[in-house]
């Protein structure tokens, strides 16, 4: 068994005060009659009067009260599972975890400030599907398409730089993944979310947006990092902090690329912004585009559906106030 509405429990105190009232209340109806009403009257009353109809009353009233309160908290039994269906819209955030996102120009790492924004975000879906994209210089579905905010945020707190098999960043490989994530079903706008510093090893971004284009998933890209850039720096297994190099040995500093960005946007019908000091991009994007796109309807999760019980404390409660009323306090002949 469980209750609803579990807060409704306070009225335990008030039903506390109730029992000392009719304490007391029993206890001052005695020292009156005694005080007002002669010593050879009082045998006769109380030779009529009942004590124990009078405390019977009493305990059917607190019955009521008890039973009453019980309703409130509305007791729930039995349960049937049945499907919610939700109404929302399909957004993939694909998030580049290439090495170069390590760079601290945007505190505490580029990385690290874009899990901290797309979870704020997630948390305040209602019931957008979402879905998680990591990639670099290949791409993996870390999550599908889902109502479960929970696990898509486990699977974003799990990404990392060094889960990924091939260094660089390939943007075109993670529109390749979205377009396949995507349910192919109906004709309602898609939206890809890619949070990326911009820099791209690969030469097909722009034609993979134009083929994502085509199958209504509009991109949407965020740049994040700064024009001046900064060094990256990963640690290795002793602790110990060191730059990354290129081939040639050169320490490498990693530079926001937006045009390529406002390229891929463009091409694909969607936005692009940059990330700020106070303003990430997320909300930005869903309060002037995210919004204004079409719900359509889906399955949702599989919810139990408990069966209401109250009116049982209820009718109880009812019963023993009408038994209360019905009970004299005169003795029976």
């Not at 908290?73 to 399909?90: L, S, T, Y």
């Not at 957008?128 to 994209?133: A, F, K, N, S, T």
């Not at 990326?196 to 998933?217: F, M, R």
Request: aromatic letters at 10%.
């Amino acid at each position: 068994m469980r209750f609803e509405d579990i807060q409704m429990s306070w009225l335990f105190c008030f039903l506390f005060f109730v029992i000392i009232f009719l304490i007391w209340a029993f206890r001052q109806k005695k020292a009156i009659i005694r005080r007002f009403v002669d010593e050879r009257l009082l045998l006769v009353i109380a030779d009529s009067f009942s004590i124990r109809k009078e405390i019977s009353k009493d305990v059917l009233l607190v019955l009521v009260f008890l039973f009453s309160i019980i309703a409130l908290m509305r007791p729930q039994w039995g349960f049937r599972w049945e499907e919610v269906k939700m109404r929302g819209r399909d957004i993939i955030i694909a998030i580049d975890t290439s090495k170069s996102m390590l760079a601290n120009d945007i505190k505490p790492s580029r990385l690290e400030r874009t899990k901290l924004a797309v979870s704020d975000f997630v948390k305040e879906l209602k019931g957008d599907r979402v879905g998680l994209i990591s990639f670099s210089g290949t791409a993996f579905l870390s999550c599908p398409l889902t109502v479960d905010y929970g696990g898509f945020l486990l699977s974003l707190k799990e990404l990392n730089p060094f889960s990924m098999p091939l260094g660089g960043t390939s943007i075109s490989e993670a529109i390749r993944v979205a377009m396949h994530s995507f349910d192919e079903s109906g004709e309602q706008e898609k939206i890809l979310v890619i949070i990326s510093d911009g820099e791209d090893h690969s030469s097909q971004s722009l034609e993979v947006a134009k083929e994502a284009s085509k199958k209504n998933i509009k991109i949407f890209c965020i740049g994040v990092g700064t024009e001046e850039g900064d060094l990256i720096q990963i640690q290795d297994e002793t602790g110990r902090k060191e730059f990354v190099k290129d081939k040639e040995g050169n320490i490498v500093k990693s530079r926001l690329n937006e045009d390529l960005l406002e390229k891929i946007a463009l091409t694909s019908g969607g936005a692009y912004v940059r990330t700020s000091g106070t303003e990430f991009g997320l909300q930005l994007l869903f309060d002037q585009y995210f919004s204004k796109f079409e719900e359509k309807e889906f399955k949702g999760k599989m919810k139990k559906v408990y069966y209401e019980r109250f009116q049982i404390p209820l009718a109880l409660g009812l019963i023993l106030l009408l038994i209360e009323t019905i009970i004299g306090t005169q003795k029976s002949l």
